[in-house]
């Protein structure tokens, strides 16, 4: 199935333009006077420049005046190769829409609303037969059955136009398009950008980021060594305030340059729930010495989140040799 971009917005079709995979873009002069365009030429011209084929209105009273207009477009310097010219749907429509095939053009007849005017527009050769499915379902009418209509017509008589599936109004409108076997389907950008949208896949996606990101990154890469240390003579308070600046649970207590302990909110607490609120006064050269858990830099994070579950700990300390680089928090691993 055909994917166009439905609009005249030159920001949007620049956006769209860069997916690579658009086939082209449809235009209507209510999108022009939404937009405040005054010098249509103009802004079709350069719109061109962003899509591989361009469907723009082709407007007359008769079919005299349609072909002239058609012809006067490509005099501005529009590819006729790559333009279709949309015409509604009428007798007029239909007799300019076979001259300009027999001109080697390509035409859109659209507002088409029932069977017998795309009967029509198959007669006459029409590039493109376009049903507004969004108006028709406002009126209360059928319209997946007129476009399904449209399509088995299409089959069954070997016509060469092609049902294009318009007045896009949601995503579930293109889940529609493709059961019933439109041959192309034009989409505004605000419902485009949606149609790879879907909550298991951001899960899913966001699963793998953080499993990759657990495999391939180092230790080193994320490990924290600033205000993360503190001397064995500083009192618990210092020790709580640099944690407060590391925004870490945890603290390596220094004893001559060398770890003594891991001094964590964990151990606040049991010291608090033993002790009583004067622990804050506490040196924490009156702890006792522990065994912290280590790990090396060029370990990987899986490694770590390992080690953390291994030894039951939520922060382990870096370690390259005899020397102390910083501490990595289960928060990171997560």
Known sequence: ?????????????????RLGYLTGLTTTPTFMVREGIEDVDAQMLEIAKYVDILQLEALGDNAEEIVAEANRLIGTGLDKSKTVFKIPVSLEGTRACKMLVDQGMMVNLHLVYTVQQAYMAFSAGATYVCPLVGRLQDQGHDALGLVRECVEITQRYNYSSKVMFSSVRYAEHIRNALAIGVHTCTIPWKIMKKLTDNHFTTIGTNQFIQDTRILTTTVGDIVKSENVRIDASEKVIDALLMMTKSKLG??????????????????????????????????????????PVAIDPSASLYDAKKLCKEKRVDTIMVMEGDNFIGLVDIQHLI
Not at 2 to 16: G, H, M, Q
Not at 268 to 291: C, V, W
């Open 250 to 291: 945890a603290v390596a207590v220094m004893n001559n340059n060398k770890v003594a302990r891991i001094f964590t909110d964990g151990d606040l607490r049991r010291m608090f729930k033993e002790q009583g609120t004067n622990i804050h006064e506490l040196r924490l050269s009156d702890l006792e010495p522990g065994a």
């Open 1 to 17: 199935m055909e994917l166009y971009l439905d609009s005249v917005n030159l920001e949007e079709i620049k956006e769209a333009s």
